[in-house]
């Protein structure tokens, strides 16, 4: 079956081009004639009703690029890694179709179908043999524990992939930027921009709200094909291909590739649960291995090595600290450490899991059933955020085998290679949550030793400079590290096959750098440049440069240099904001929307005052989105965690989208200098494209420097207003 799916799926990729290269001239009149009848039906949609149709153009458009950035990274965990490719294509051909406003046709009835086919290829390769050769291809974050690309060959294969999908995907959305902006053109552009916010942030909710439910991808389809259809329905030859498309989604989404397999979209990712006769259940995270549902019971694991071996892992803690009366598990998974809590005799059980869904399949499906016992207490939450929030004390915390990378990287503007679990910061605060005689255990698989040496050391520096031990079982390469206030070395007694390791913990030669909440990417070793990710964007950046040449010929004379520049800081921005908030609220994904949406609220209410009251003068606007700049920078070094948690919140949130909202303001107020409103939205869109390029330098510099870079690409979006001024 995977090499059926493959070679199925490498046809389609070739034969549906060739297939419309040896039609087109048959088929082209035709589609041509279909296509101009749909414009001239958007052109004469009544100007009273207009407000709702650009609500909606945007609406869909949004929608349509949450969609498409979730299946992306459902189906291939490479688009995680890759974490803007997916984004940034939905900005290209978004770009592209607002710079497309003035000219005809506009090719509405075609999206659906490009979805279905890119959609269609992604899912059969899913299951396919090629899925296996597209994981971690960067040298960089060698250390997931996944095969990584070592050759030229396999490089490029996983390169040339990426590329085709960004191509394909910005072709797409082409059409829904052409839609929103020829519909924009016939109202009074500040007016038509509000309307467009509005519809953004509906699109915004109404995706929120599927993923709250758990919805799978056909409810996706259903809501994305029926939005498209009310700009489709007046006209059958119009309405058609979307519907069949639509419907061939629907029934492969049907289809059952595997048996014996559930699975479940959770808020965050696609989870697997596969049932096996003879093996414990077994979860699959976004298609790679995530944990398995163990029954560690006295009488299941008698006689049975592997399940003694597992019984001994989770059980570990409490040699160190027997019988805990209170006990914090953080990344409780589907209830396996909880279970061995329980059988250790742990009093009062605090398990914090940041899916609902992994909990849930715990609560479903483990044989122990440790979420049901009266001493547990179930709390969906983000990690760090609980730990930062609580105000009880703890006897153990054990430290699951957290992976906030595969949970969470599939989220749109969340997505990343850290983790503000394990960072110095994270531990401090869990040191503040220790009773007196406390112990921290943390069991992490150590693929390389770089990573155990880098745990050892941010632990070290959480606790002062006392020094954790580290402990390990034979022939596992999970290793324990446990650490307290008034633990002393060799206070300490463990069984036969339980060693305490020294042999790459205090060896120097080991080099790493430890994460911080600046640079909270505990992945990479050590501090390098991503030269990977450098290399995809030059690739990127030349198929971007070629696709604006090739489909938006002479829009080189339509260009705003202010609202390119703005639109780079403001994705700097925002990806900072998001990051600093995250901190404050968690990382869940309802407080990843929440941010999203408060920042398109502040830059409507940005461009409602620009309506009620007129531009101000660019040098107060930029004055002032300097200033906020600048104090977000020195928030970062202080912060305010010695106030009461409502209070640290309120302030941080608005020092943090002050900026976002003097953005606001400078980009209405070129909005409405603007010869067009395309120009403005397509330079915007194509600027935030180059702000997600630069974004990647946090990988080496840290998240602060975001703050320089986004000064600098406001600083270049003020020099281009005032040389907009002169020439004026």
């Known amino acids: 079956m995977p090499i059926i799916l493959t070679v199925l799926s ?82 290209l051909g978004l770009g592209i ?53 070592s050759e030229l060959w ?17 072709i797409c959305f082409i059409p829904l930027g052409h839609l929103a902006s020829r519909l924009m053109m016939r109202r009074e552009k500040l007016a038509s921009y509000s309307w467009n916010l509005i519809g953004s942030l509906a699109g915004i909710v109404l995706f929120s709200a599927i993923s709250f439910a758990w919805a799978p991808p056909w409810i996706w389809v259903l ?50 649960v596969i049932f096996n006769d003879d093996r414990p259940p077994e979860i699959m995270a976004c298609n790679t291995f995530h944990q398995n549902i163990f029954d560690l019971r006295d009488e299941n694991i008698e006689g049975d090595e592997v399940l003694e071996h597992w019984s001994a892992y989770y059980g570990m803690p409490y040699i160190f600290k027997p019988a805990p009366q209170d006990v914090l598990i953080l990344g409780s998974g589907t209830g396996n450490d ?35 016992a009266r001493n547990v207490n179930p709390v969906v939450d983000d990690a760090r955020s609980y730990i930062k929030h609580t105000r009880k004390k703890y006897d153990l915390i054990a430290y699951g085998l957290v992976d906030s990378h595969s949970l969470l990287s599939g989220k749109a503007g969340g997505v990343r290679l850290d983790s503000y679990v394990y960072t110095v910061e994270g531990f401090r605060e869990a040191r503040k949550k220790l009773k007196p005689d406390g112990l921290i255990c943390l069991s992490f698989c150590v693929i390389k030793p770089e ?43 463990t069984p036969r096959r339980i060693n305490e390791i020294t042999h790459f913990m205090n060896n120097p030669r080991i080099k790493t750098d430890i994460s911080t909440d600046d640079w909270p990417f505990f992945y990479m ?68 929307s929440v941010v999203v949406g408060a920042i398109l609220i502040m830059a409507f209410l940005a461009n409602l005052l620009i309506i009620r009251i007129g531009p101000p003068r660019s040098t107060i606007t930029y004055s002032l989105l300097a200033v906020s700049l600048a104090a977000g920078f020195g928030l970062s070094f202080i912060g305010f965690g010695d106030l009461p948690p409502w209070a640290n919140r309120l302030i941080m949130t608005i020092l943090l ?20 409103v395309a120009i403005a939205l397509s330079s915007n869109l194509l600027g935030a494209m180059l702000g997600g390029f630069l974004e990647y330098n946090a990988m080496y510099f840290g998240y602060r420097s975001l703050y320089i870079l986004a000064l600098v690409m406001y600083g270049l979006a003020f020099w281009g207003s005032m040389r907009g001024k002169k020439l004026a």
């Open 97 to 149: 179709g607002y710079v497309r406003g003035p000219r005809k046709p506009v090719m509405t009835p075609i999206v659906m179908p490009l979805l279905a086919f890119q959609i269609i290829i992604l899912y059969l390769l899913r299951f396919s043999s090629v899925a296996s050769w597209l994981h971690n291809p960067i040298s960089e974050t060698s250390a997931f524990g996944f095969g990584g690309a």
């Open 154 to 170: 396999h490089f490029s294969t996983v390169y040339a992939f990426l590329i085709i999908i960004f191509a394909l995907n910005a």
């Open 223 to 272: 809501i994305c094909v029926a939005g498209l259809c009310l700009f489709l329905y007046r006209r059958a030859g119009h309405l058609i291909p979307s519907v069949a498309a639509a419907a061939i989604l629907l029934v492969m989404f049907a289809i059952p590739f595997r048996t014996g397999i559930v699975d479940i979209y959770s808020p965050y990712q696609i989870l697997s």
């Open 657 to 676: 989208t002050l900026p976002l909202f003097f953005s606001g303001f400078a980009f209405s107020s070129e909005l409405k200098k603007s010869a067009s």
């Open 10 to 91: 490498l046809t389609l990729l070739v034969a549906f081009p060739t297939i419309l290269w040896a039609t087109r001239r048959r088929w082209l009149p035709r589609v041509k004639s279909e296509l101009e009848a749909h414009t001239e039906i958007i052109d004469n949609l009544p100007l009273g009703q207009l407000w709702i149709w650009i609500g909606l153009a945007a609406g869909v458009g949004l929608y349509a690029e949450l969609m498409i950035i979730r299946m992306h990274s459902s189906f291939f965990q490479l688009f995680a890694y890759f974490k803007n490719v997916s984004l940034l294509s939905c900005f």
């Open 525 to 592: 070793p050590t501090r390098k440049y991503p030269v990977s990710y450098v290399l995809m964007i030059i690739i990127l950046t030349i198929v971007s440069l070629i696709f604006v040449r090739t489909l938006a010929p002479g829009s080189g004379g339509g260009f705003s240099i202010p609202c390119f520049f703005l639109g780079a800081g403001f994705m700097l921005v925002e990806t900072k904001s998001i990051t600093e908030l995250a901190l404050v609220y968690g990382s869940t994904w309802m407080v990843i």
């Open 451 to 493: 990573l155990g040496r880098k745990l050892y050391l941010m632990l070290e520096e959480a606790f002062d400079g006392n020094s954790p031990l580290a402990f390990q079982a034979d022939n596992d390469a999970s290793i324990c590290f446990v650490i307290g206030e008034q633990m002393q070395k060799g206070a300490i007694s």
């Open 338 to 372: 909880v279970a061995a809590a329980i059988r250790h005799g742990a009093g009062h059980i605090d398990a914090v899991e940041i899916d609902p869904a992994i909990m849930d399949c715990g609560i479903r499906w483990h044989p122990e059933q440790p979420y049901q």
